[in-house]
């Protein structure tokens, strides 16, 4: 008989964070809903002026920092123009696919706090010519419709330049299973994973300090993980984040994709990409800790080497004189699109590991 996931705690956090709004750049409504969380569960807390916030326990040894971070932002879009029959123009914010942001239900958020709905239609396909049906719309070709007749009239209903919107559906638990899809898993699964560590952390006696920070704005550039490190100035920094899923995930069948979903965490070895020149090669001593400590609990673990992405890390490392990173990875199917999926049982297992390695906590 399957188990319904939903009414766990740790769900209810990941459906509470996946579904607030929060575009990089917007990320106070995903950030008021960490905070309460988060209640109870830190020493010290403060944000900085880009909006990263950091929640903090103190350890036994104050010499000791760990720095651990996920992001509170998703990818989305941001309105550019509204034309004069009343119809919204679009950017993306961040990096998407071209291919699913048509015919999809978007919301925006106006900066009196208004949420307008609107769809992107597509040319109906009775009215579509050949080469319409193999070419790919993209997102600044892309019309808004709002249900506005006018400019004068979309902006009357709040709508406005620069407002963001994001997907307009809430996640799920996917068949009585814990396999849960949503907008913007990536990266609200790596807070989830932060909040759970935390819990688990409780009444534990630790000797590093310890900070898990929400990071702002990752999705368009990872700009947070060089000023929160010259801030809070750790030892060592783990970024958690998404990384792709193998194991049969379609699309994936012939891609050599090592991680899967239910494979446990994933341990980064590297990473890099090579449109922005960013990534983060992991020192071997790291990595052969992290193996370490799984294996000593006899924790799941899986091995990630990735192309095309990086992480907090990437900044987080070239700060300071320099500090030592790694990556805490969720495998995840269907990346940067409003139906990602990532299982519940490599969040718990992300987190216990997280604890282990706290308590077992090693300068290197």
């Known amino acids: ?10 769900s209810k956090t990941l459906l509470a ?3 607030a709004a929060g ?15 988060m209640s ?20 036994s040894n104050p010499d000791k920092k760990v720095l651990i971070a996920a992001h509170l932002d998703e990818i989305g879009f941001i309105v550019n123009y509204i034309d004069e029959y009343g119809f919204a123009r679009i950017l993306p ?17 106006t900066a009196d706090g208004k949420e307008i709905f609107g769809v992107t239609g597509s040319k109906p396909a ?27 009239e ?34 609200r699964a790596g807070l989830v994973v932060m909040v759970e560590a935390l819990k688990r952390l409780k009444d534990l006696k630790i000797s590093p300090t310890i900070c898990m920070a929400a990071t702002t704005q990752e999705e368009v550039g990872l700009r947070s993980g060089e000023p929160i490190c010259n801030r809070f100035n750790p030892e060592q920094f783990f970024a958690i984040d998404v990384t792709l899923a193998g194991g049969g995930a379609p ?83 269907y990346m940067h699109t409003a139906v990602g999926i990532v299982k519940l049982s490599d969040l718990e297992t992300c987190a216990d590991f997280i604890v282990k390695y706290l308590q077992d906590y090693q300068s290197l």
């Open 23 to 37: 575009v990089s750049g917007d990320e106070l409504r995903v950030a008021e809903i960490l905070k309460k969380e």
């Open 251 to 333: 699309g994936a069948e012939d891609i050599p994709i090592a991680t899967k979903l239910g494979g446990g965490v994933g341990f980064k070895f590297y990473d890099w990409d090579k449109k922005i020149t960013c990534g983060n090669n992991v020192a071997r001593k790291l990595t052969n800790r992290m193996i370490e400590v799984a294996r000593k609990y006899n924790i799941a673990f899986q091995r990630e080497v990735f192309v095309g992405g990086g992480t907090d890390a990437w900044t987080a490392a070239k700060s300071g004189m320099g500090i030592l990173t790694g990556g805490i990875c969720i495998p995840t199917r």
């Open 93 to 109: 914010v961040g990096y998407h696919d071209d291919r699913v942001a048509i015919n999809q239900d978007l919301i925006f958020h």
């Open 126 to 152: 009775h009215i579509m010519t050949s080469d319409d049906h193999n070419k790919v719309i993209k997102i600044e070709d892309l019309y808004v419709d709002i249900g506005a007749s006018s400019a004068a």
């Open 154 to 187: 979309a902006r009357a209903m709040g709508l406005e330049i620069g407002d963001y919107g994001t997907f307009a559906r809430h996640g799920r638990f996917l068949n009585g299973t814990d396999f849960y899809s949503g907008k913007s898993v990536d990266d």
């Open 40 to 59: 109870g569960l830190y020493d010290d807390f403060y944000e900085d002026a880009l909006g990263n916030q950091f929640f903090t326990k103190y350890g």
């Open 17 to 19: 964070l996946d579904n």
């Open 1 to 10: 008989m399957q188990k319904d996931f939903k009414d766990l705690q740790i």
